[in-house]
């Protein structure tokens, strides 16, 4: 059956799992974010910025699969049954710390342009879609407060680049902006120890094709780990995002089968996981992270594996 002719059961489909998220956030586009949950493990920044050469390139690959049996939708009183959600991405990232000082730190700056295969099924449906993701760039600043402290404030901008189509289950593309203010710090408080974090706030512009507009969203990755040995340390990471606004709908609260929701699809999901990272080629580094969701409302709940390689190069 052509999407187009599908009638109630595919509108609900579309409701519940119309839009997919860049990196790895397939969700509802009640409640659809473009944050990549999760992206951001060890050593989120890099530490004594002032010391480092005047510009340097850091070349990162991340690699992330989500996969989940459940979602939860609080108006149909949980999980949905007959669920499958599969998301696999390959990430290149560059980032760049340039010699110019604003605001008593470094001006740097990243961009990540995804490639993404999304499988969907539910309620009979299915699709799958496979290709470009939607962009991130950030401009940020990065503060050296002595070599056990670096802070970062960022914004980050998604720009809609990737695949979309209202009447596909699948779409590599969540086609609207988000607007991403963001904070992050890494903290040595040990000399084996090691504390990360990052934290946005997303403010999403309005799905120009359904008239759809997805609510604020808080959001933090977290990371804590210790150094079993001078190149491998052992952590746990791992995210939590909240929905602080609800979706809107023409200007109106979402609706679903005739009926206000009244928490307006708002999302929020925990996760928590154990970690590894290796250092070789003495500044280079690869890890491995896998966090599992739990107290999931208005979201797929699965499990979330990220690989991430990165080589820094100084000119």
Same mark, same amino acid.
């Given at each position: 059956?052509?999407?187009?002719?599908?009638?109630?059961?595919?509108?609900?489909?579309?409701?519940?799992?119309?839009?997919?998220?860049?990196?790895?956030?397939?969700?509802?586009?009640?409640?659809?974010?473009?944050?990549?949950?999760?992206?951001?493990?060890?050593?989120?920044?890099?530490?004594? =910025? @002032?010391? !480092? $050469?005047?510009?340097?390139?850091? %070349?990162?690959? *991340?690699?992330?699969?989500?996969?989940?049996?459940? &979602?939860?939708?609080?108006?149909?009183?949980?999980?949905?049954?007959?669920?499958?959600?599969?998301?696999?991405?390959?990430?290149?990232?560059?980032?760049?710390?340039?010699?110019?000082?604003?605001?008593?730190?470094?001006?740097?700056?990243?961009?990540?342009?995804?490639?993404?295969?999304?499988?969907?099924?539910?309620?009979?449906?299915?699709?799958?879609?496979?290709?470009?993701?939607?962009?991130?760039?950030?401009?940020?600043?990065?503060?050296?407060?002595?070599?056990?402290?670096?802070?970062?404030?960022?914004?980050?901008?998604?720009?809609?680049?990737?695949?979309?189509? =209202? @009447?596909? !289950? $699948?779409?590599?593309?969540?086609? %609207?902006?988000? *607007?991403?203010?963001?904070?992050?710090?890494?903290? &040595?408080?040990?000399?084996?120890?090691?504390?990360?974090?990052?934290?946005?706030?997303?403010?999403?512009?309005?799905?120009?094709?359904?008239?759809?507009?997805?609510?604020?969203?808080?959001?933090?990755?977290?990371?804590?780990?210790?150094?079993?040995?001078?190149?491998?340390?052992?952590?746990?990471?791992?995210?939590?995002?909240?929905?602080?606004?609800?979706?809107?709908?023409?200007?109106?609260?979402?609706?679903?089968?005739?009926?206000?929701?009244?928490?307006?699809?708002?999302?929020?999901?925990?996760?928590?996981?154990?970690?590894?990272?290796?250092?070789?080629?003495?500044?280079?580094?690869?890890?491995?992270?896998?966090?599992?969701?739990?107290?999931?409302?208005?979201?797929?709940?699965?499990?979330? &594996?990220?690989?991430?390689?990165?080589?820094?190069?100084?000119?």
């Amino acid at each position: 059956m052509h999407p187009n002719h599908a009638a109630l059961p595919l509108r609900l489909a579309l409701i519940l799992l119309g839009c997919t998220a860049t990196l790895p956030a397939l969700a509802t586009e009640a409640g659809v974010d473009n944050i990549g949950t999760g992206t951001d493990g060890f050593f989120m920044l890099p530490m004594e =910025v @002032d010391s !480092l $050469a005047e510009n340097m390139v850091a %070349f990162n690959v *991340y690699y992330n699969h989500y996969k989940a049996r459940k &979602l939860n939708i609080s108006s149909l009183g949980g999980k949905v049954p007959n669920v499958e959600i599969e998301s696999t991405a390959v990430i290149p990232r560059i980032d760049y710390l340039s010699p110019v000082r604003i605001f008593g730190g470094r001006l740097a700056g990243y961009i990540a342009q995804p490639w993404l295969k999304q499988e969907v099924s539910v309620f009979g449906l299915s699709d799958t879609r496979e290709g470009m993701g939607d962009t991130t760039i950030a401009p940020i600043i990065l503060w050296d407060m002595g070599k056990d402290l670096t802070l970062g404030a960022a914004l980050e901008i998604t720009v809609p680049t990737g695949e979309y189509s =209202v @009447d596909r !289950l $699948a779409n590599t593309s969540n086609n %609207f902006y988000t *607007y991403k203010p963001l904070f992050s710090f890494t903290w &040595l408080p040990t000399e084996r120890s090691e504390v990360s974090m990052k934290t946005t706030y997303s403010f999403n512009k309005k799905n120009k094709d359904t008239d759809y507009k997805s609510g604020q969203i808080f959001h933090f990755d977290y990371s804590a780990s210790y150094k079993l040995t001078d190149d491998l340390m052992l952590g746990l990471n791992g995210y939590y995002l909240k929905q602080t606004t609800d979706d809107k709908q023409l200007g109106r609260t979402v609706q679903f089968a005739g009926q206000d929701v009244d928490d307006g699809v708002r999302g929020e999901v925990f996760a928590i996981g154990p970690a590894l990272h290796f250092t070789f080629l003495k500044y280079a580094s690869a890890e491995i992270r896998w966090a599992k969701e739990f107290d999931v409302e208005n979201r797929p709940e699965g499990e979330m &594996l990220w690989a991430k390689i990165s080589i820094p190069y100084a000119f």
